[in-house]
């Protein structure tokens, strides 16, 4: 009696082993894939800053320019005159775009960030029940 | 193992920081500073081509041509001439340019040289956070190699009244906040219980594993049952054990008495909680006990009891000094009183005045019961 019950709680823990150590590699796949995507987001993240860092020193520039001065904007090959305030606007708005953006990549690495902490949470959880079935069937 | 977990506990620096461990962090941090210093090294690099520019758009103006090798492709130059030495036509960055005079330009390149300053500032500083944490990482490192270990006291008050009192009090703590070690029999079983109760667990919510919630208090569970599980242990071992052993010794010395039944019963239910090895020893001495019982002779018996009587009476008073408060014993004493006084009153006050005279009375049978006792 006794025997075939400890048989038969070894079958279903090794099934039961077998389910969770599937789990754990599911889990772990989407844990990789969402550092991944962070790592993407932190790389984008630093491109707009340098821009926004050269757009803000521009501005500057451009600010203590007199309103004579000529200014040219390089499309392509060609440099195009441009008019100064116009310039201006253009910069301006160009930096109120990078900002958002920044923004908008903040929250979502915020989300990331909270996503693969549960989820390294859930890894956690997984291994030790994983653990704590090896010892239960090294002790039966 | 009491020794250590008595005061505080002793946790190699190993177990806490792998060697491995440490190292690969001191790497990365090495590899950190190894690309921030590259960097620097291009702002340094950036800094002295802004001050070598600023020289040259101060010298241009100087005349009013020069006379220059114009590249022409990768290979190819001829010669040339640099006319408006005055004018520049100046990258702002994101593709504006602006005109500007020579003036203008070394004020703009001065601006950014100041910006460039403050960025290799910056990284300098960075570059320092990092290296303290480097040379952290390294000496941990070095430490664990060497076996390093970390010894953590609890603060105890310097109060003598108390000091006892509370190393007494953690001495019985220690064990059951980490490995009971010490009751591995019981403890193993009540380990089998609870995987067999998890296994059942499992299987009946075997669809809806995430539900978070169940398990974390499952798990709490767990632990408050295993704690309490670990207080009765230590209780039982320790205290009542040893006064138990005492006790039964006592008891199985007079047991020939004839309510031996009783008495049996007595003792084993003041055994429930204590293990099951004394439980198999007592049992042993009531074998012993029935085996002898029968092969005694009437006659012989009376006197001979009267003498256990006494002895036992003895026993029980040194006992009771001890712990006065047992009441199943007085209780036990008493009747063992009730029979010697059946006999006669006389051999009772001699047996009880000196009980090494009634053992002097060689003359008397000696029961075989006591001569294995003896």
């Known amino acids: 009696m006794n025997r075939r019950r400890s048989e038969l709680r070894n079958a279903m823990s090794s099934s039961n082993l077998r389910d969770l150590q599937r789990e754990l590699e599911n889990k772990a796949n989407d844990l990789s894939k969402l550092q991944k995507e962070i790592a993407k987001n932190h790389q984008m993240r630093k491109k707009y800053t340098v821009q926004l860092g050269e757009n803000e020193l521009v501005l500057k520039e451009l600010d203590l320019l007199k309103d004579d001065a000529n200014v040219y904007k390089l499309i392509g090959p060609v440099l195009v005159k441009q008019d100064l305030a116009e310039a201006n606007a253009n910069v301006r708005k160009r930096i109120e775009y990078i900002s958002a953006e920044l923004k908008r990549l903040d929250a979502t690495v915020q989300d990331l960030e909270e996503k693969q902490n549960s989820k390294k949470d859930t890894i956690l959880k997984l291994q030790q029940r994983i653990q704590s079935f090896q010892a239960g069937k090294g002790k039966a | 193992m009491d020794e250590s977990t008595k005061k505080g506990s002793v946790t190699s620096l190993a177990s806490l920081f792998p060697v491995e461990e440490a190292q690969r962090a001191a790497k990365r941090v090495e590899d950190t500073i190894a690309d921030k210093q590259s960097e620097l090294d291009r702002l340094r690099g950036f800094a002295t081509d802004n001050n070598s520019l600023i020289n040259l758009v101060h010298k241009l103006p100087e005349q009013l041509s020069h006379d220059i090798m114009v590249p022409f492709g990768k290979a190819a130059f001829f010669p040339g001439r640099l006319i408006h030495t005055n004018e520049f036509l100046v990258l702002l960055g994101e593709g504006y340019y602006a005109e500007r005079t020579s003036k203008q330009t070394v004020e703009i390149l001065q601006r950014r040289g100041k910006s460039l300053d403050s960025q290799v500032d910056s990284l300098e500083a960075n570059i320092k956070d990092l290296e ?41 703590e220690a064990p059951n906040l980490g490995n009971a070690t010490a009751d591995d029999g019981e403890y193993a079983r ?185």
Request: charged letters at 30%.
């Open chain 2, 190 to 374: 009540m380990l089998a219980i609870m995987d067999e109760l998890e296994k059942e667990e499992l299987a009946a919510e075997s669809g809806n594993h995430s539900d978070q919630n169940d398990e974390s208090t499952g798990d709490f569970h767990d632990i408050s049952y295993r704690e309490h599980i670990d207080n009765k242990l230590q209780n039982s071992k320790d205290v009542h054990q040893s006064e138990l052993l005492d006790q039964i010794n006592n008891k199985i010395i007079t047991a020939d008495l004839p309510k031996k039944q009783n008495r049996k019963e007595d003792i084993t239910d003041q055994l429930n909680f204590a293990s099951l090895a004394v439980e198999s020893r007592v049992k042993e001495r009531e074998n012993f006990v029935e085996y002898i019982d029968p092969s005694e002779k009437i006659p012989a018996r009376s006197k001979e009891r009267s003498v256990q009587a006494t002895t036992a009476s003895k026993t029980e008073v040194r006992h009771q000094t001890s712990q006065p408060s047992f009441d199943s014993r007085k209780a036990f004493t008493g009747s063992i009183i009730e029979h010697a006084e059946n006999i006669k009153p006389t051999t009772r006050q001699q047996s009880s005045a000196s009980s090494q005279d009634s053992g002097s009375q060689s003359s008397k049978p000696v029961s075989r019961f006591k001569m294995q006792r003896r």
């Open chain 2, 132 to 172: 303290a944490e480097a040379s952290f990482f390294n000496a941990t490192a070095s430490q664990v190699a060497e076996g390093l270990v970390e010894i953590r006291e609890d603060y105890l008050e310097k109060d003598s009244n108390e000091g006892e009192f509370k190393s007494g009090h953690l001495q019985q």
